[in-house]
């Protein structure tokens, strides 16, 4: 089946350094990603969506100078996250729609715990 | 408005048990989802609602689409080990997802 990968699957950074966090689409072409944000025994919250070629659009509330988004390709989106601070830390997963699996088939990622220290 | 609410928070049951979950909101919606989510993975999508009264299963898993359209809720029978995990209901918002809070599932052996 589809998969949605994302690396790496874990890291952790020190305050005020930058993190990417890669997406792939690894058997099927996504022209949207989807970046969601997950704090601890919270639900997911949709950051922004990340279209091929063009510029992201994000949710009301997130900066998208800090969440920095690149789709430059049909399976890989990246979500860099500036500057970080503790307050950034989270789990967080991206998504994609799967074709051939009906309005509602989004593969999601297996997710990236980031830790700020 | 766009809210969604589950209950229970938590449940810790008994290896065997059935387990009943709810979601609600205040608002209509034409689409209910349910997905569970594995410590440290991403969702995985259960079951897939798309009209008022509409009862589905997966396996061991049932969910009903509410007649009023307000709510939801997903059933698993004879519980095991690999249960456990986060269940969240989702409606679908364009082509992303609104989620619940969830109901944290913990099964003992």
């Known amino acids: 089946g589809a998969v949605v990968s994302q690396h790496p699957s874990w890291v952790i950074c020190k305050s005020g350094t930058s993190v990417k966090i890669e997406c792939r689409s690894l058997?099927?072409?996504?022209?949207?990603m989807f970046w969601y944000r997950q704090f601890p025994k919270q639900s997911l919250m949709l950051m922004a969506t990340?279209?091929?070629?063009?510029?992201?659009?994000?949710e009301q509330g997130v900066e998208k100078d800090k969440f920095l988004i690149n789709h430059a390709s049909l399976t890989l989106s990246t979500l860099t996250v500036t500057s970080a601070h503790p307050e950034d830390s989270s789990f967080y997963i991206c998504?994609?729609?799967?074709?051939?699996?009906?309005?509602?088939?989004?593969?999601f990622g297996s997710g990236t715990r980031l830790t700020v220290v | 408005g766009q809210q969604l609410n589950q209950s229970p928070q938590s449940m810790f049951i008994q290896e065997g048990e059935d387990v009943s979950m709810n979601c609600t909101s205040s608002?209509?919606?034409?689409?209910w989802l349910w997905y569970k989510q594995d410590p440290g993975e991403g969702p995985v999508l259960l079951i897939a609602?798309?009209?008022?009264?509409e009862l589905t299963s997966n396996g061991r898993l049932t969910a009903q689409f509410g007649i009023t359209r307000k709510d939801s809720f997903l059933n698993i029978s004879a519980s095991i080990p690999s249960d456990v995990g986060i269940y969240f209901c989702?409606?679908?918002?364009?082509?992303?997802?609104?989620f619940g809070p969830g109901t944290r599932l913990s099964v003992l052996p």
């Open positions: 989702a409606r679908a918002r364009g082509q992303n997802f609104v």
């Open positions: 998504s994609a729609r799967t074709p051939g699996q009906g309005n509602y088939g989004y593969t």
């Open positions: 058997d099927f072409q996504a022209t949207t």
């Open positions: 608002s209509i919606f034409n689409t």
């Open positions: 990340s279209n091929e070629g063009s510029k992201a659009t994000y």
């Open positions: 609602l798309y009209k008022a009264g």
